[in-house]
Each structure stands twice: as C-alpha cells, then as structure tokens.
C-alpha cells in the first residue's frame, strides 16, 4: 500500500522523513504546499493514502484519484476542505488527528487576546506610516472570557486565561467541568463576558452558530477572537459589529477564503488582528502532527 504527503511544506517535509521508521508504509512527498485540487489524480498516481495538510479534495474531484481509500487529514477541521460523508460513500475514509497542537493554538488565542486588547497591531501600523498613535486598551486582569466550547484547546485557554487573572466562564454541548472555570448557558456567556473566544468544531449543528442576533446579544465592546472555524460565524454580522463598535476589536486566525484576499472588508478595518491560519504552526506541534500522520498511514496498513 503507498501513500503520498500531497502538498507539503518544507517543513513538514523534513519532519516526515525524519520520523519515518524502518518497515513503515512508502509515503512519497510531495513538495508542493500550493498544489491546485484539480491535481490530485496526477499526484497521487493510483497511491492508496493521501496525506492532506490543507488542499480541498471536492467529491468530484476524489471520483478521479483512482485507488484512493483513505485520507490522512493533518487536523480536525477537515470538513473545511473535503465532504467526509460523501468521501465515506465512494469508499474512502477520512482520518483525522486530534490534540496534537492544544497548546499552541491555545497560546496564538491568548496572543490575539492581548494584541486585541491593547491594540497592538493597529499601532504598529500607524507608527511604520509616520504616525504616533497612542491608544487607550483594556486591561485584561479582572475581566471575564467566555469560552464557546469547551474540549483540549479551550482548557489550555483557560489554564493561561486563570494564571493571568481572568475570570474564566464557558459553555459546552455538552456538560462538562473544570477547575477554576464556571459553566454556564449560551445566552449568560455572551452578557457577561468582555472577550469572547470560539473554540467550536465545525459541523452541521455549528455552521453559522455565531448569527448576528448572537452578536447583538454580546457585551458592547467585547473583543471576539476566533482560532477555530470561519463558518461558524456569520462574517457580514461580525463585520457590521466591528463597523459600529458594538464588537470592539476580533482576533482572527481563520477565514472563509484562504489566503485571504488583499481587498477583504477585514482587511481594511483597523479594529482587527489578522493571522494567517497559523495559530498550531510550532515546531513542537508540527513533531506531533507528523507522527500522528504515520501512527495513522501503520495502523492502516496494518488494517
């Protein structure tokens, strides 16, 4: 059975040989991070194993990639780049890898957090333009955070959020509880938190779960900060929210199109911090990821 790394990056090129063990499965790599979907086929080239960092396979286009049975998904959000059900019906199953980078996305949610609040970004843009812009930020220590689900990267959260002295509150699908986080309903949540930060997979109960009544529902001036999933979040309502204030500033490190373009509404609103999808890009999570991928690519083989 062979397999292909699909569209990796340098780095995770280097990691991949790296760990790669006597006996394991032949994974070739494919060192191409900006492969087009259209080109699986040709890459794959009747390979069994598709190893996936981040490049849409649409159903049609997986009908094409004669072999294919199983993708290896470099994450857990992989219904933003494929249909894991409609994939299951041609055949092919769709692996994901959970917990590999709870820390470091916890720690690139804490930092939007705090740039947010003190404004960071916003002015180091003016004074690279010539201009001495001072602003008044909030101070974090006192203020509650809201967590909207609640699994490894949220508790990360919280556990940095509690040592820096915040009130910690969260709501989960499911019951749940923690030290030093209080539980409570949705609507309570979004009253009383003064930052608000989306920690929700992305599924059919969660698509769209942030409407714009959910937004008008949160605090004026909260600062809202999303490292999870673009579409769980009406843009147009949290764009019109940050225009007018009632959403102070947002911290983003995901998007509905990605990369996102130069001429995004987002990218002309000076209340918002941009990051590049790269909130789990550590080397530490990256160790963890890969070797995820070839636990996953042995036990297949295995079967």
């Known amino acids: 059975m062979r397999g292909v790394f699909v569209d990796a990056n340098e ?12 006996g394991d ?20 080239d009747g390979a069994e194993i598709a190893i996936v ?10 009908k094409k990639c004669a072999g294919l049975k199983h993708v290896v998904f470099l ?20 692996h994901l890898i959970k917990g590999y980078g709870d820390t470091a996305v916890a720690e690139s949610a804490i930092a939007l957090m705090w740039a947010s609040a003190r404004v960071i970004a ?45 009130k910690v509150i969260a709501w989960n699908r499911s019951p749940k509880s923690h030290p030093g986080v209080e539980f409570t309903d949705l609507d ?16 059919d109960e969660t698509r769209g779960m942030i409407t714009r009544e959910k937004i008008s529902a949160m605090k004026p001036g909260v600062i809202l900060i999303n490292t999870a999933r673009a579409a769980v ?9 940050l225009k007018s204030g009632h959403i102070r500033h947002a911290g983003l490190d995901v998007f509905n199109i990605e990369p996102l373009p130069g001429d995004h509404p987002l990218t002309r609103l000076p209340n918002v911090t941009l990051s590049a999808h790269s909130a789990f890009r550590t080397p530490e999570a990256s160790e963890n ?15």
């Open 11 to 22: 780095a995770l090129a280097v990691i991949m040989e790296r760990l790669e063990k006597p």
């Open 25 to 44: 499965p032949k994974v070739r790599i494919h060192r191409d991070p900006d492969i087009k979907p259209e080109q699986y086929p040709e890459v794959l």
């Open 53 to 62: 960092d981040h490049t849409a396979l649409p159903t049609e286009v997986a």
């Open 75 to 94: 994450g857990t959000g992989a219904r933003s780049y494929m249909n894991p059900e409609e994939l299951a019906e041609l055949g092919i199953s769709v």
């Open 122 to 166: 916003m002015m180091d843009r003016e004074m690279r333009g010539g201009n001495w812009l001072r602003e008044d930020g909030m101070q974090l220590t006192g203020k509650t955070l809201g967590l909207i689900g609640f699994g490894g990267i949220a508790a990360e959260v919280a556990r940095i959020a509690v040592g820096s002295g915040m």
């Open 188 to 203: 309570t949540l979004l009253a009383r938190s003064d930052v608000v930060s989306l920690h929700l997979l992305l599924n």
């Open 233 to 241: 979040v009406d843009e147009q309502a949290m764009i019109d929210a």
């Open 289 to 303: 990821l890969i070797e995820a991928a070839w636990v996953h690519c042995r036990r297949i083989v295995k079967g």
